[in-house]
């Protein structure tokens, strides 16, 4: 093969394989997703309110890859800070205590994925956060609270990834 004839094989072997959604400036891709995360604090339904002005929703966490994403990508930002942080997702149990649904579309949280110790406030905390302390694994904390959050367009939902 010449040069041009590797450099065209070479491009259609990678193309298939870049997996992750094109996304906004800003917005990290990963499979059918973009996701957002936060430079400010808001309450959970602050929070809610805006990832639904940005064209998306509060993001849900729906499989084992999506969280292990997620969690090494806030990991990796958060590396020298991460005891601080708090990430408001779409969790809540506003319904029952203790039984977890997501935010938009009701579906139940399929797997829960708690802190060391959490949840541990039942009526006083309805919502649910990536905790920075423990790996980003899942706690519960009172929604007026203050803190990060992730928001989420998925393009199989008819959102609108770029634009
Ligand atoms: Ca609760
Ligand atoms: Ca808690």
Redesign the pocket.
């Known amino acids: 093969m010449d040069k041009l004839h590797i450099l065209v094989f070479a491009v259609t072997l990678i193309i298939p394989y870049s997996g992750a959604a094109q996304c906004r400036a800003g917005w990290y891709g990963f499979l059918d997703s973009c996701y957002y995360l936060s430079h400010g604090l808001a309450t959970w339904v602050e929070a809610n309110d805006v990832c639904k002005m940005l064209g998306g929703f509060l993001a849900r966490i729906e499989s084992a890859d999506e969280l292990t994403y997620l969690k090494s990508e806030l990991g990796h930002i958060h590396r020298h800070d991460a005891d601080q942080q708090l990430y408001w997702i779409a969790g809540n149990d506003f319904e029952v205590d203790n039984v977890w649904r997501w935010m938009n579309n009701g579906e139940k949280v399929s797997f829960l994925d708690w802190a060391p ?5 039942a009526e006083d ?1 309805n919502c649910l956060d990536l905790w920075g302390a423990h790996e980003f694994r899942y ?3 009172n929604c007026e609270e203050h803190h990060n959050y992730v928001c989420q367009i998925k393009d199989t939902e008819g959102n609108q990834l770029i634009g």
């Open positions: 110790g959490e949840p541990n406030a905390a706690a519960d904390n």
